[in-house]
T-cell receptor, first 114, second 114 residues
C-alpha cells in the first residue's frame, strides 16, 4: 500500500532561518505530488504541486520543492522563514493510475519565533 | 467565487447514533472528495463522488456512505458511530474527478462521539 512519510513532526525555527521539510513516499509508478499548508484557524490550501517536467517546483509565498525520483522524495524548502509561516504542513501523493485519492503524510507542525 | 462550505461546524453524538455531514462544492466543480482527519494525523481519503456517482473509495467500512446531488453538493453519512469516528471531516471539491486538478478544501466538521 502507498504510504507517505514526513520525517519531522515538530519544527521550531527563528525568523530568517532556512527551512527544509522532508517527505518520502512508497510507490513505484507515476505519482503526482503536493504540499498543502494549514494556517491556524484556516482551511487546508495548496502550496505547490508536481505532475511532470522540471523537478524543482516553485509555489506560493516563496516555497519550493524538489522531486528526486531515485530517492522517492519531495522535500519542501524556503530560504528564509517568517513568523507568518507558522502552520501545519502536509505532503500528499496521488498515484497517477488511481486518479482520485490524495494520500497525506501525518504533517509537520512549524513554529517560527520572532 | 464561493469556496467550499461545510455544515455543521461542530457536532456531538453518542455511540451507535447516525450522523449526516454536508458539503457545498466550489462553483463550477463537479467532484467532491471526503477525508477524515484524526487528531495529530493527516487527512485520510474516505471516498470521492463525480457527477453523482462514487468514483473511488478508501479503506473505510460500508457504514460510511455518501451522496452527491445534481447541484454537486454532497453528504457524508456515518451509521453506528464508534468512539474512533471522532475526527475532523474534510470535504474537498475539484473538477472532473482527477487529483491533478487542484482539490479545494472546506473548513471541516468537527465530530465528537461520546
Amino acid at each position: 500500500a502507498q504510504s507517505v512519510s514526513q520525517h519531522n513532526h515538530h519544527v521550531i525555527l527563528s525568523e530568517a532561518a532556512s527551512l527544509e521539510l522532508g517527505c518520502n513516499y512508497s510507490y513505484g509508478g507515476t505519482v503526482n505530488l503536493f504540499w498543502y499548508v494549514q494556517y491556524p484557524g484556516q482551511h487546508l490550501q495548496l502550496l505547490l504541486k508536481y505532475f511532470s517536467g522540471d523537478p524543482l517546483v516553485k509555489g506560493i509565498k516563496g516555497f519550493e520543492a524538489e522531486f528526486i525520483k531515485s530517492k522517492f522524495s519531495f522535500n519542501l524548502r524556503k530560504p528564509s522563514v517568517q513568523w507568518s509561516d507558522t502552520a501545519e504542513y502536509f505532503c500528499a501523493v496521488n498515484a497517477g493510475d488511481s486518479g482520485y485519492a490524495l494520500n497525506f503524510g501525518k504533517g509537520t507542525s512549524l513554529l517560527v519565533t520572532p | 467565487e464561493t469556496g467550499v462550505t461545510q455544515s455543521p461546524t461542530h457536532l456531538i453524538k453518542t455511540r451507535g447514533q447516525q450522523v449526516t455531514l454536508r458539503c457545498s462544492s466550489q462553483s463550477g466543480h463537479n467532484t467532491v472528495s471526503w477525508y477524515q482527519q484524526a487528531l495529530g494525523q493527516g487527512p485520510q481519503f474516505i471516498f470521492q463522488y463525480y457527477r453523482e456517482e462514487e468514483n473511488g473509495r478508501g479503506n473505510f467500512p460500508p457504514r460510511f456512505s455518501g451522496l452527491q446531488f445534481p447541484n454537486y453538493s454532497s453528504e457524508l453519512n456515518v451509521n453506528a458511530l464508534e468512539l474512533d469516528d471522532s475526527a475532523l471531516y474534510l470535504c474537498a471539491s475539484s473538477l472532473d474527478g482527477w487529483a491533478n486538478n487542484e482539490q479545494f478544501f472546506g473548513p471541516g466538521t468537527r465530530l465528537t462521539v461520546l
